[in-house]
């Protein structure tokens, strides 16, 4: 098996949904390949991706444990047919925002790809038709599509069996409409583009889970988002009022309160994803010191220190 998806995340197998999220996006602070130092940030950042989508849906976690506890019957050697699909990675074609992070969840037969053959070759030799098996992958996407949507044109590489039951890896090219308002997680469902059905049965569906693109100071959660905000000291001290651009391409008026604190939070109602329940906006302040360069920079830090003399930022 590839790597163990609880190492990947740092995590035990009973850990819960909130730790399971709390640690996928500490690493993905990390290794997200826009912001990353690490030579191996994109790989990393793949692998956070499929490790978190497996372990974040109850019936992949199952299925996963249930390979972990018994890896004898999934192997890769060709001696039985099987192979892991996650390590099929995805790629987009078309305009607009790219997909990255796309991992092939493909390939689950029942137990393991080589139990799918002899399942498709037990259901072919009898006359009875059979629908095709449902599948499932997830994509990433830039934030700002949650707010326009956005179609893009998307080729898979699936793990499959031809028309006799042997493994083999299909490539097929669709068009995905992805609409606004989608939350971070959320499905969207392409009717018979999943596994071909048996003896004319129908097709199975595919099923795209949508997440968004996230960085340290921008991410989203269910249908929030979370902003941060850089801020002066003497706004964050006064309460001025700053005008920040929204991420659907808007401005908005935003009255920080008196002496705010670093951290702090701000929610601007409803301005989240637009959603069938809307989200909310949140605004994460940062307090920026500007640096002190020149001589009247200086005397303005001293006379700044000579006004609070009473100020003790460390305890005694």
Known sequence: MAKNYYDVLGVSRDASPDQLKKAYRKFARKYHPDISRESNAEAQMQELNTAYDTLSHADKKQEYDFQLDHPEGFGHSAGNGGFDGTQFRQYSTGKGQDFSGFEDLFGRFGTGFGGGQQHYQQNRRSAQPYKGEDQHASIEVGLDIAYSGSTQNITLQIPTLNAYGEAEVQRKTLQV??????????????????????????????????????????????????????????EAALGQSIQLRTIDGGTVQVNVPKNAKNGQQLRLKDKGIPNKTLGHLYLVLNIVNPPAHSAEEQQAYQAFAEAFQQFKPRQP
């Not at 992805?178 to 569906?205: H, M, T």
């Not at 960085?215 to 249908?223: K, V």
């Open 177 to 234: 409409k992805i609409p606004k308002g989608l939350k971070d997680g959320q499905q969207i469902r392409l009717s018979g583009q999943g596994q071909s059905g048996i003896n004319g049965g129908a097709n199975g569906d595919l099923y795209l889970e949508v997440h968004y693109r996230s960085t340290p100071r921008l991410y989203a959660d269910g249908a929030d988002i979370y902003m941060t905000v850089d801020i002066s000291p003497w």
